[in-house]
């Protein structure tokens, strides 16, 4: 299970302030999970023999956008934070000005990470102690690899969610002369639950779907008329399509062309249904989990789930199913209707930060995956004189035709300041404003999901 409270260091007589900026569900459910895990203090194992048992002070900012979580997308999420408010950039940067924390989070993407670690160099500037900034990815990286991580470069910690990332991570750092200290091995932090024993009654099949993977309407119809096909194949079994977000809800990524929108031509079976919710609740109930290159394989690897990574459309590194080569879990829905059972590499399974049978295997090196993370912060807020400025690879004078561009996205200047105009309200937008910026969002994700794709077809004829 997931972790609820963490003992903080005997000198400590407060509970450390930890502040969380997310731009999309997925990004907030990492971000938050995270700081609870790498909150300094002893390992989990050692809290449980304490009689003092403080949790962090969680502060939950989400960045406003296309991508900003609904309250139903949040609930999903299960993290309780004890604020949690919608902000822009430059409000951000303000409330890391005027108020104090010991951690601050950045579970954005990487123009994000990057605008926010030069607008937070600028803010501190002059002050005696800053918070340790850490960032990180949501899951699997398998795209933009050097990109991504030169975006985070700057903040004191740059977790990797398996040995695997860390050695890629280390290496591109050192390859452009960047420091390559901040990266620390650590693992995804929302594994969890119990390991699979056995078959359930009636044997559930999960297909994982993912926003943009694939993005054309021919894949992903093909997909699921496979997933009807296999459920009518096997009417004894309970065929389950796991979808991230509602229509007219944004993920991390767009998706314009719906399953649920899909599905309505196809007439599936009674054993087939479309689920929504928390990821380790419908694992709870699965034998076979089926997806192109979702997180939720690791999940279920994490578990002991059988677990499949489809080669159906080619392996392929646009579908990000590259990554599962030497998974031994690649396999294709003609195998699946066969029976086919895969069986998982063991050493692949390992350098992904997945200890294969859950948490309780392995000797529990799965509750110690964040120690080092937590001793390494620990250290920094310690640490004599506090911590140094930040110092981002990418500054005016290394990227000059780059970062200026990435920096003004979040009405930001060159050096970090806010450029004239930049919105920040000084108190919560009243009720009018509310009701115009929910329709304005609404009224982008409808053109998204339905304009767009009209258009692109008239665009074909």
Request: net charge neutral; proline share 8%; glycine share 10%.
């Amino acid at each position: 299970m997931l972790p609820s409270v963490f003992v903080v260091p005997s000198s400590t007589t407060k509970p450390p302030r930890i502040a969380v900026l997310a731009d999309s569900d997925t990004r907030w459910k990492w971000g938050a999970l995270t700081a609870d895990r790498i909150a300094p203090g002893p390992t989990m194992e050692a809290a449980s023999r304490e009689d003092t048992q403080v949790r962090p002070a969680l502060s939950g900012f989400l960045l406003r956008g296309r991508a900003t979580p609904t309250p139903r997308q949040l609930e999903e999420v299960g993290v309780v934070a004890d604020s949690l408010r919608e902000v822009t950039a430059v409000e951000f940067l303000r409330a890391m000005a005027e108020e104090s924390y010991d951690i601050v989070v950045l579970a954005l993407v990487g123009g994000g990470v990057q605008a926010m670690l030069h607008g937070l160099k600028r803010v501190w500037e002059g002050r005696e102690k800053r918070p340790v900034v850490v960032t990180g990815y949501v899951g699997v990286v398998y795209e933009k690899l050097a990109d991504g991580l030169l975006l985070r470069h700057g903040a004191d910690v740059v977790l990797a969610n398996s040995r695997q990332d860390a050695e890629r991570f280390r290496a591109v750092y050192d390859g452009v002369g960047a420091d390559s200290s901040s990266v620390t091995e650590v693992a995804l932090p929302f594994l969890g639950g119990d390991p699979y024993t056995g078959e359930h009654d009636p044997y559930t099949v999960v297909f994982a779907a993912q926003p943009s993977v694939p993005d054309s309407r021919k894949d992903r119809t093909y997909l699921l008329e496979r997933l009807v096909r296999h459920a009518r194949l096997h009417p004894e079994r309970e065929v389950l399509l796991k979808l991230r977000s509602k229509p007219g809800e944004h993920t991390t990524h767009i998706e314009e062309l719906p399953y649920q929108k899909l599905v309505q031509r196809l007439d599936p079976p009674a054993n087939f249904r479309m689920v929504y919710g928390n990821m380790g609740e419908v694992l709870d109930r699965t034998d076979l989990l089926v997806t192109i290159s979702s997180t939720a394989a690791l999940e279920s690897l994490h578990r002991s789930i059988p677990t499949v990574v489809l080669t159906d459309l080619g392996v392929r590194e646009v579908l990000g199913n590259h990554h599962f080569v030497g998974s031994g879990c690649l396999a294709s829905w003609d195998q699946l209707d066969d029976g086919h059972r895969p069986a998982p590499d063991e050493e692949w399974v390992a350098r992904q930060g997945v200890v294969a049978g859950g948490p309780s295997s392995g000797g529990g090196s799965y509750a110690h995956a964040f120690d080092v993370a937590r001793e390494r912060i620990a250290k920094l807020l310690d640490r004599p004189g506090g911590l140094p400025p930040m110092t981002p690879y990418y500054t005016p004078a290394t990227a000059p035709g780059y970062l200026p561009g990435l920096l003004a996205r979040h009405h930001l200047g060159p050096d970090g300041s806010p450029l004239p105009g930049a919105p920040a309200a000084d108190r919560e937008p009243g009720p009018v404003r509310q009701i115009v910026r929910r329709a304005a969002r609404g009224a982008y994700r409808h053109g998204v999901q339905r304009v767009a794709p009209v258009i692109r077809r008239m665009g074909e004829l």
